[in-house]
């Protein structure tokens, strides 16, 4: 993956849109967790557990679950591809991975390059195919033993029917609506700097993208404005171009779905700061960084995932209100606070209901932590120790001399 970085970047960047900066480290990501997943694949040891009876020998042993049939999205083609693989071949389980359509190349791409390291032939297959065809046909058969996906709750809550009536052990990523809590005593220069980036990657098309801006109000107007003049200064053209700080969406769908959303914003009393809230007529599937201020709690924008380069802000007085408007979504995935104070900072950890919690700072990912949703955001784990246990059956043994 490292040896071919520039030809997958160039994969990802044609069909999703991203900047080459973004694809290529997508690209070195997805080749660090392949790396972690490999060395810790072989530190997945079993126990000795003592006996109550001096004739009897008790252990727990870690066998892998089987073949694993995995659902790869379009917004980081590679990353979550590599993610479901790369997890299946340690655990010791073959996989077969379906990508997204609108972005396969890259995927084929990985499983090329994974026979030619060696990895047997039957271990790694990928298939295309109509979506519900496929998923359908694989979930049902008695081969496959685990599903993961990645993708949208509607099609996670059907594929969870499907993998409940066959009995089959799952990891789902279901999307997010990740709360911002920006405290009166934040480092704004740093609080700016982080949400602009993290809320702007891949043109806001990533689960765990800041979505919800949650400000004190003691320093809304500053941080607001700090936050506008960066999100308008971003380079918005071709991903190509090393110039480009943010590249197009990756479908009309989005387009329609940016316009919805911020129509209603503003219909409801929300005020744009700098960005669009209609579709320029233009060639390319492109939308402005786009900031909303003082939006109301009834619009759409608060409760359903934007998936897109839109950013509403909310005001707060309390540590309390902002938890409980943190909380208010049925999302689960990721969440994000600046402050300075230390007691602050435990009352949203124990506070904020999500599966991964960044404070000051927007990283939550890395190979060696696991990373998961609650509530509608999933179901199981990947990454870390935990997410190889999820490929994994555990087996109790008992030996009588």
């Given at each position: 993956?490292?040896?071919?970085?520039?030809?997958?970047?160039?994969?990802?960047?044609?069909?999703?849109?991203?900047?080459?900066?973004?694809?290529?480290?997508?690209?070195?990501?997805?080749?660090?967790?392949?790396?972690?997943?490999?060395?810790?694949?072989?530190?997945?040891?079993?126990?000795v557990v003592p006996s109550r009876a001096q004739e009897i020998q008790q252990m727990v042993l870690l066998e892998p679950i089987g073949p694993v049939a995995a659902f790869s999205p379009w917004n980081y083609p590679l990353a979550l591809a590599a993610r479901k693989v790369a997890h299946a071949l340690a655990a010791g389980c073959s996989v077969v991975i379906k990508p997204a359509e609108e972005a396969p190349s890259a995927v084929l791409h990985l499983a090329r390059l994974c026979l030619a390291a060696g990895v047997p032939a039957n271990a790694i297959q990928v298939v295309f195919g109509q979506p519900e065809l496929v998923s359908e046909t694989l979930i049902q058969s008695p081969h496959i033993r685990k599903i993961s996906f990645t993708g949208s709750v509607p099609v996670g809550r059907h594929l969870a029917q499907l993998a409940g009536r066959a009995l089959k052990k799952v990891t789902f990523e279901l999307g997010g609506h990740s709360p911002v809590i920006i405290m009166d005593d934040a480092d704004l220069d740093r609080a700016v700097a982080q949400s602009v980036a993290s809320k702007f990657r891949n043109a806001g098309q990533i689960c765990i993208a800041p979505t919800r801006f949650f400000v004190h109000d003691a320093i809304f107007d500053a941080f607001v404005s700090r936050f506008s003049a960066q999100a308008e200064a971003l380079r918005m053209e071709d991903g190509l171009l090393d110039t480009s700080q943010m590249g197009p969406l990756a479908h009309e769908r989005r387009l329609d779905a940016m316009e919805d959303l911020a129509q209603d914003a503003v219909a409801a009393g929300a005020r744009v700061a700098t960005g669009m809230v209609e579709r320029a007529r233009a060639k390319g599937f492109f939308w402005k960084p786009t900031v909303l201020t003082d939006v109301p709690l009834s619009a759409k924008i608060l409760h359903e995932e934007p998936f897109g380069p839109i950013a509403p802000f909310v005001r707060f007085s309390s540590l309390e209100e902002a938890i409980r408007l943190a909380n208010d979504v049925q999302f689960g995935l990721a969440g994000y606070a600046f402050t300075r104070s230390l007691k602050t900072a435990r009352q949203i950890r124990d506070g904020i209901k999500v599966g991964a919690l960044g404070m000051n700072t927007c990283n939550v990912t890395a190979p060696e932590m696991p990373f998961l949703g609650i509530k509608d955001s999933g179901l199981g784990v990947a990454q870390g120790r935990e997410g190889l246990l999820d490929h994994m059956n555990i087996k109790s043994f008992f030996q009588a001399d």
């Open positions: 993956m490292r040896r071919d970085a520039s030809q997958l970047a160039r994969m990802l960047t044609e069909e999703q849109g991203k900047t080459l900066r973004e694809a290529n480290g997508e690209v070195a990501g997805a080749a660090d967790l392949f790396d972690w997943l490999a060395e810790e694949g072989k530190r997945m040891y079993g126990r």
